[in-house]
């Protein structure tokens, strides 16, 4: 607890300023917390369980050669611009294994799924905002499921889409790249008349209107722990929609149907690595040579650092449709340091009277755009007290609340939690086709609660109050709505703080560092609003079971059976082998992904033209 002198008003004040550590403040250890996973689904349970505990031992029987025979992968003799490995991958299951547990670990699940069969400890070490990643998987119905051109159609025919907002047309002709957009909702007959004509059609944020770019980008967004964004692009047989440009995005581009020709091209100076912003078009004589010149197809997905230049132009023979995942705009220590400063310097203002002290009377003497070729002591002395002063408002720099600032903005940007997310603890109410509704969330002081998503709700400390800023309330729609934010009392901050950092453990609602009926009247609230899951009797329950199965399954059995879902015929074999384990990667949208297929990983291995 807080020292006497220092109320818990006053401690979360002090501690927005950075003058305390949270090590120093309300300190609250939960107890008896434990995982709780989808009831229907203990072979998911297992399945995390095997590859998270025991799989954490394997190896992935990966396999190199040209697919006549299997061959050990042989020491590169030559650094190449581009590198080619052909895998054979042996893919086990035909079905998504929830894990109920975290939706961290679901979202990990989805990024491996996505690069796979890099090894995503690999890809940031190696390619995260070095260089480009395409992964050729020869099997076009890897990325089935997400979006397609019959979405599309299906969209634009049952709702009110409006041009610039949700759709662009466009074109790139003879070096010219231009915008077709009308006043207006873009009917179906106008959009098709422009690609008939030989025009690209680009869907802004489908994860407005798609429910699975919707599920896609909100997964993704509690790996990343930044703003998910998406764009949809299908383009015509021969033709080609956009001028060579760069982004301030990192782009994860999956192929849906058809494929495109693409060429990538390294940034043409530091100024133009990780750049805050986007580019304008440039022309074929801006560039250079590409560093990867590749066709992209269907089941292939290519990655590449913002900054890259890129291009892409139908074939003749075929279309195009492909969905662009973006993360980290706007998310550099650069973004930090802009938030941090301004705050370091009004704390250092107050506490230190170096930084109130008067500028000396002969400076604008020998400072200034026109004096500053000027060598003399004075401009010498100048510039080391701006340096040392520099130097000395790191000391007050409060690095927590400028990350709760930066993270404020990442809330108001995010998407709401996605219903299929929700494990078996979620309270679903419903009405009936007789009319009868189902209750929702029951609250009582034995109840057991946890955060919706990992990063769904945040505590934020103000001068007079607490506050919890949240994303549930969110819509599809970019900032459709005002920042969400809920404002309690000083005296609420360390229950707030422990719902917050306890994910993905469910707690009991009496074990709230508040008074029982305050804590239930809390829980309350934000289960009204989708911020907490409550722990369900049925699931309270379920828990013996769940740890009874790891038990069980800690001695690493050759196999384990799971029990199958309900109205499954076939139990799911989960392999563990001690030495080599076969490589189990399926589509998060139960596509069946069974046999093998060779894939072929490409890494640019150079950053200059």
Request: proline letters at 6%; aromatic letters at 8%.
């Amino acid at each position: 607890l807080p020292s006497k002198a220092l109320s818990k008003k006053q401690w979360y004040q002090r501690r927005v300023r950075g003058e305390v550590k949270a090590s120093s403040g309300p300190c609250i250890v939960a107890s008896s917390l434990e995982y709780v996973g989808d009831e229907d689904t203990v072979e998911g349970f297992l399945t995390s369980y095997a590859s998270n505990v025991v799989g954490k031992k394997r190896s992935a029987s990966l396999t190199v050669g040209s697919g006549k025979g299997l061959k050990k992968k042989k020491k590169k003799t030559k650094q190449t611009s581009v590198e080619i490995v052909d895998q054979s991958v042996e893919m086990i299951s035909n079905k998504q294994q929830r894990d109920g547990l975290s939706g961290k670990v679901e979202a990990k699940q989805l990024f491996e799924w996505m690069i796979h069969p890099v090894n995503p400890d690999q890809f940031f070490k190696e390619l995260w905002e070095k260089k480009p990643l395409l992964i050729k998987r020869h099997n076009s119905s890897y990325n089935d499921g997400w979006f397609s051109s019959k979405e599309f159609s299906e969209i634009l025919n049952k709702n009110p889409i409006q041009f610039g907002t949700h759709l662009d047309l466009t074109s790139y002709r003879e070096g010219s790249r231009e915008t077709h957009n009308l006043p207006g909702r873009a009917y179906p007959h106008l959009v098709w008349k422009h690609y008939r004509n030989g025009g690209s059609v680009r869907m802004l944020n489908p994860q407005t209107y798609s429910e699975k770019v919707w599920l896609l980008l909100n997964t993704l967004q509690d790996f990343f722990r930044s703003t998910m964004g998406a764009n949809v692009y299908l383009t015509p047989a021969g033709t080609q929609g956009f001028a060579p440009h760069y982004d301030d995005i990192e782009a994860f581009m999956i192929q849906l149907e058809g494929k495109k020709h693409w060429r990538l091209y390294a940034p043409r100076s530091d100024k133009e690595t990780l750049p805050i912003s986007s580019s304008q078009n440039f022309s074929q004589s801006d560039l250079g040579k590409p560093i990867l010149d590749t066709i992209l197809e269907a089941g292939d997905m290519l990655y590449f650092p913002r900054g890259t230049i890129h291009q892409g132009n139908c074939l003749p023979d075929s279309h195009s449709l492909h969905i662009t995942v973006s993360t980290y705009q706007m998310n550099t220590w650069g973004d930090l340091l802009e938030k941090l400063l301004p705050k370091a310097l009004t704390i250092a203002r107050e506490e230190d009277v170096a930084f109130r002290t008067g500028l000396p009377l002969e400076y604008l003497d020998y400072t200034g755009i026109s004096k500053s070729e000027i060598v003399s002591p004075s401009r010498a002395t100048f510039l080391k007290t701006v340096e040392e002063l520099m130097g000395r408002l790191v000391r007050y720099a409060p690095v927590d609340a400028a990350a709760d600032d930066l993270s404020a903005k990442l809330i108001h940007d995010s998407l709401p939690p996605h219903p299929d997310r929700r494990s078996v603890a979620h309270h679903i109410s419903e009405c009936s086709s007789s009319g009868e509704t189902t209750e929702g969330p029951t609250v009582t002081a034995s109840s057991r609660v946890r955060l919706s998503s990992p990063y769904c709700a945040r505590v934020m400390a103000h001068e007079d109050c607490i506050s919890l800023q949240h994303s549930c309330s969110n819509t599809r729609l970019f900032h459709e709505i005002d920042p969400q934010e809920i404002d309690y009392p000083a005296d609420y901050g360390p229950a707030l703080e422990m719902l917050t950092n306890t994910y993905p453990h469910f707690v009991e609602i009496k074990s709230l560092p508040l008074p029982t009926k305050t804590s239930v009247e809390l829980i309350q609230e934000l289960a009204d609003m989708n911020i907490v899951q409550v722990l369900s009797k049925q699931s309270n329950g379920f828990i013996s079971s769940i740890k009874s199965k790891v038990k069980r399954s800690t001695t690493a059995p050759d196999k384990i059976r799971g029990r199958p879902r309900k109205g499954s015929g076939d139990d799911i074999p989960i392999k563990l082998r001690r030495e080599s384990h076969d490589f189990s990667c399926p589509n998060p949208l139960n596509k069946s992904t069974n046999g093998s297929f060779r894939t072929d990983v490409v890494e640019s291995r150079t950053v200059q033209c």
